[in-house]
């Protein structure tokens, strides 16, 4: 019986020996500096979300969460020119409107279901009040904000997101920099340089030339560093990838049967004896199912066509105006709702060159490289999976994108700062506590 107890007693001891070790966590500020941090971007670093600057949106903008996470590693506080309430403002229509919100409704065929429109709320005119007495602000991101507008004196009288914080009305962007003397930046500007242009169906705006992004993204740095601040910088994501671009297909026109197909051909016969005259087979032809919109073309002699499969519907497209208005089959939709090939390639093109210029101004700098195009691509094409939780670029379902089809929900604002974060400790051999994706909220519904 006591060969028995030592022998257990001795099993528990080799038992003990072998179990492995558990390595604590231990949180390191590396050989970076979080006390003072400063961000410096557009859209998706003010925290813009569901067509609107909000006040939630901000708190749970990826830099909010990289201020938070920053706290662990001796930073300090993060400061915003927070909006007052939680409806915010937009103002792409022009007309100050809340954010969008789901809901339910009937579209023109009386069918009631699913669908984004402003909450209705009127739009606080405090929300716009001037906030520069609380600055300088730590997140000096702000919508529409171009990397060539960085340098433009007065920017605050033409976008009035600006205009809340700006510390004088003449000021730069980039002058509000050096008050925060910040030890850490982010800095994340491009998006919009080629967005805009995309988002007007390439008809509306221009896309900013590789070589005065590169001038003006240098100018920046340059600024950002001048006290010897170390930073992160990410690259610009494909933009055409947004759901805003792939939640319409090309080939949206669904026509019902046979009939409806024969009085299309019908009507186009005219038009297809026109094409094949001028020798060109791109004629015009419609089946019971779906079929490619028919969409105006300018550089064609006849001015008319239907859509490529490679080429982007937009998501300003009326939908009552496809179901009910004839639009996509009797009236060619108008270029403004749609990215033709030609327009895509010249996206990818200037991305391209920016991403380029971004490479090798980071080279030998005490600045980590976030590459965000090949995390969204990744998004996009195969989507990711944090906690147990699925992301993908799916309106609405897909949780990355808020309603307006654009810009990230509070759980996407979580995957950006995961991969800054991730990018960040390499380069500096920091500990910084990672963020915990999943508790973080996507669109949220009725």
Not at 136 to 159: D, E, R
Request: net charge negative; proline share 7%.
């Amino acid at each position: 019986m006591k060969t028995r107890y030592i022998f257990f007693i001795i099993l528990l001891a080799m038992l003990a020996a072998c179990k492995p070790a558990i390595d604590e966590f231990t949180p390191s500020k590396g050989e970076a500096d979080f006390s003072r941090y400063i961000a410096v971007g557009d859209f998706w670093t003010s925290g813009f979300a569901d067509g609107a600057l909000y006040k939630s949106g901000q708190e749970n903008s990826f830099p909010a969460i990289l201020g938070r996470q920053f706290t662990h590693v001796q930073g300090g506080d993060f400061k915003q020119p927070l909006m007052v309430d939680d409806y915010g403002v937009g103002i792409s229509t022009g007309v100050p409107m809340p954010k969008l919100e789901l809901g339910f409704g009937p579209d023109c065929r009386g069918v009631v279901g699913l669908l984004p429109g402003f909450a209705d709320v009127p739009v606080n005119p405090a929300n716009f009040a001037s906030v520069a007495a609380g600055g300088p602000y730590h997140n000096i991101g702000m919508p529409g904000l171009k990397s060539i507008y960085m340098g433009v004196a007065g920017f605050a009288t033409f976008n009035p997101y600006y205009g809340r914080f700006a510390s004088a009305p003449m000021n730069k962007v980039i002058e509000e920099i050096p008050p925060v003397n910040a030890t850490f930046f982010t800095l994340w500007l491009g998006l919009f340089d080629v967005l805009y242009y995309a988002m007007q169906g390439g008809t509306g705006d221009v896309i900013t030339p590789v070589a005065q992004y590169s001038a003006a993204m240098q100018a920046t740095l340059d600024v950002l560093t001048a006290n010897g601040a170390a930073g992160a910088m990410a690259n610009i994501p494909d933009v055409t990838d947004a759901a805003y671009f792939r939640t319409i297909p090309y080939n949206a026109l669904a026509l019902p049967d046979q009939a409806t197909a024969d009085m299309l051909n019908y009507a186009y016969t005219p038009l297809n004896q026109i094409i094949k005259g001028a020798g060109s087979t791109d004629t015009l032809s419609f089946q019971p199912g779906s079929n490619p919109l028919v969409i105006f073309d300018e550089d064609l002699p006849w001015g008319i066509r239907q859509m490529k499969s490679d080429e982007l519907v937009l998501l300003s497209l009326p939908q009552d105006s496809l179901k009910c208005g004839g639009w996509g089959s009797q009236k060619p939709v108008a270029s403004v709702y749609i990215l033709k090939k030609p327009e895509i390639n010249a996206i990818r093109e200037a991305i391209d060159g920016y991403n380029n210029a971004l490479a090798e101004m980071v080279q030998n700098k005490d600045i980590a490289l976030v590459d965000m195009h090949s995390v969204m691509k990744t998004v996009c094409n195969e989507g990711l999976v944090f906690e147990g939780v699925s992301i993908d670029p799916r309106f609405v379902q897909g949780n990355f994108y808020s309603l307006d089809g654009l810009n990230p929900t509070p759980r996407g604002s979580a995957v950006v700062a995961y991969y800054f974060i991730d990018a960040i400790n390499r380069k500096f051999n920091a500990s910084i506590p990672q963020v915990t994706v999943s508790d973080f909220p996507g669109v949220m519904l009725p």
